[in-house]
Nanobody, 124 residues
Framework: QVQLVESGGGLVQAGGSLRLSCAASGRNVGYYDMGWFRQAPGKEREFVVGIKSSGVTIYYDDSVKGRFTISRDNAKNTVYLQMNSLKPEDTAVYYC?????????????????WGQGTQVTVSS
């Protein structure tokens, strides 16, 4: 089992950057397939990026490709999401998720563990 806590959200102007952290306790993040999702007010939770437990395979949603980068530090038991060139449409609560044997990284139901989320607001 693993517990996830996100941090690093905040208010930033369009074009700016933020780095989100997902700190895990319990089992190491290297054991899990990890994902970042986001949810804007009135919208469903949507996939942002996923990284397989191997660390080799990464999937990005087209909306963030080239702007966001996921990384994982097993020694610190933390997953990061570097977000550059932020746009107002990136505004949402960002969630970190962990699962075992995730087949389709973009599917919410594939993940068993979720953090509480961190708010990201991008002003125009």
């Amino acid at each position: 089992q693993v517990q996830l806590v996100e941090s690093g959200g905040g208010l930033v102007q369009a074009g700016g950057s933020l780095r989100l952290s997902c700190a895990a306790s319990g089992r190491n993040v290297g054991y899990y397939d990890m994902g970042w999702f986001r949810q804007a007010p009135g919208k469903e939770r949507e996939f942002v990026v996923g990284i397989k437990s191997s660390g080799v395979t990464i999937y990005y949603d087209d909306s963030v490709k080239g702007r966001f980068t996921i990384s994982r530090d097993n020694a610190k038991n933390t997953v990061y999401l570097q977000m550059n060139s932020l746009k107002p449409e990136d505004t949402a609560v960002y969630y970190c998720a962990a699962g075992v044997g995730v087949v389709v990284s973009s599917t919410v139901d594939e993940y068993d563990y979720w953090g509480q989320g961190t708010q990201v607001t991008v002003s125009s």
